[in-house]
């Protein structure tokens, strides 16, 4: 199955309204167990205290030592446990990774007020609020390619898709689509796909501030504007962009 096919089978069915992805109340049947939430509600926190200052002590050390044991167990030292507790971590370096992508999505949602539903506006802030994204990963983006090799494993893809495919749901969420049609769920595995390319197109930038990624970022939503437009709509342009990531990802040595 294809990286957008997976997209898309994050979801079988559009919910009955709009809801953010980052809160919590069970609705509309889903099959594929995922649940949208109404953004009033609280949501429980994604890690433990203990998970938490583990985490985001080892994500400090990530420069240093990339995604790796040494950069867990060290920060677990740094939090005041004992080397053992990285235990409470199965996933290993993996549990890192997921940390530094859950934190910063709820991050997105907590900082950002969802904008009202204006067509026109829609695309200009889909591009902020990926570039508010992207920035998020100044600090580790020149260890991000160890990153993507852990999410593109087949034991961690499924996981990696669905926190991917819930970024695009915030992200389309506070950028004003109101959609909640197939054609939702359609704009949202080409969103991620472009999210990931601009991501992965990041790692090797050595533009100052990273303007290469954002000229990269304004050319993909661009042409995917026209191609919707003009070449078969939304499932034809998602199509191309996850063929342009599948081919990225292998260049950079990424089975995938």
Known sequence: MSIFRLLQATCSKPPSRLYSSSNFVPSCGLSCGRFYH???????????PTEDRILSAALSHVPTHGFTTTALTQGARAAGYLDISTNLFPAGPFSIVNYHLVTQRLALAKDVTPARHDPIKIPTNINKLILRRLHANKAIIHRWQEALALLATPTRLPTSLRELALLSDEILFLAGSTDVTSVWYTNRAGLAVIYASAELFMTTDTSENFVETEE??????????????????????????????VDGMRSKGVRI
Do not use: N
Request: net charge neutral; aromatic share 14%.
């Open 38 to 48: 109404s953004y009033e509600h609280d949501r429980p926190p994604p890690f433990s």
């Open 216 to 245: 990269f970022l304004a050319r993909r939503l661009e042409e995917g504007e026209k191609i919707k437009s003009f070449v078969g709509g939304v499932g034809t342009w998602a199509g191309i962009q996850a063929g342009g990531f």
